[in-house]
């Protein structure tokens, strides 16, 4: 069983900077891709970012392609997620998940394991 213990949230003024992280312990993280989404009441969780097991592929969303980076540190079993240029939309919880499989999609579906969450709130 794995557990992901996200932390670094906040509350920023629009066109500022977060780093987000996620510790995962109880599993082998270096054989786990890695995934941030995040969600707004009343909507679905919507996929960020993910990495690769070994860090050496990543994906973005169009919405925050070139403004936020997903890496990881696999010695520390931790996923970090720099956010920068940060836009009032970007207001939502952030969640960590792990995945057992090689290349997950974007679905929600294919990770196993979620963090629960931390606050990300933008002012404009």
């Known amino acids: 069983q794995v557990q992901l213990v996200e932390s670094g949230g906040g509350l920023m003024q629009a066109g500022g900077s977060l780093r987000l992280s996620c510790r995962a312990s109880?599993?082998?993280?270096?054989?786990?891709?890695m995934g941030w989404f995040r969600q707004t009441p009343g909507k679905e969780r919507e996929f960020v970012a993910r990495?690769?097991?070994?860090?050496?592929?990543?994906y973005y969303a169009d919405s925050v392609k070139g403004r936020f980076t997903i890496s990881r540190d696999n010695a520390q079993n931790t996923v970090y997620l720099q956010q920068f240029s940060l836009k009032p939309e970007d207001t939502a919880v952030y969640y960590c998940?792990?995945?057992?499989?090689?290349?997950?999609?974007?679905?929600?579906?294919?990770?196993?394991?979620w963090g629960q969450g931390t606050q990300v709130s933008v002012s404009s």
């Open positions: 109880g599993g082998t993280f270096n054989r786990l891709a």
């Open positions: 998940a792990a995945s057992s499989r090689a290349v997950p999609s974007s679905a929600h579906s294919d990770y196993t394991y």
């Open positions: 990495i690769s097991w070994s860090g050496l592929s990543a």
